[in-house]
């Protein structure tokens, strides 16, 4: 449509990194999802405290 080519630099694919990459991928998604799902309720607990009278929090 353009008059371009698309040159695939790395030529030689090995499925064994393929999958490595991928199960990387998804490593980092679970981390990342459990470290927001870790900050909110750290949010969730600090405002819960900021809220209470002093004669609360004993």
């Known amino acids: 449509m353009f008059g371009t080519e698309i040159i695939v630099a790395n030529g030689h694919s090995n499925e064994k990194l393929d999958s490595e990459e991928i ?12 470290l ?21 929090k004993n």
């Not at 991928?25 to 459990?34: A, D, G, N, Q, R």
């Not at 870790?38 to 600090?46: M, N, P």
């Open 23 to 34: 199960i990387n991928e998804i490593i980092t998604l679970i981390h990342c999802f459990s």
């Open 36 to 56: 927001r799902t870790r900050l909110k309720k750290a949010r969730k607990t600090r405002n819960r405290g900021a809220k209470c009278s002093p004669s609360e």
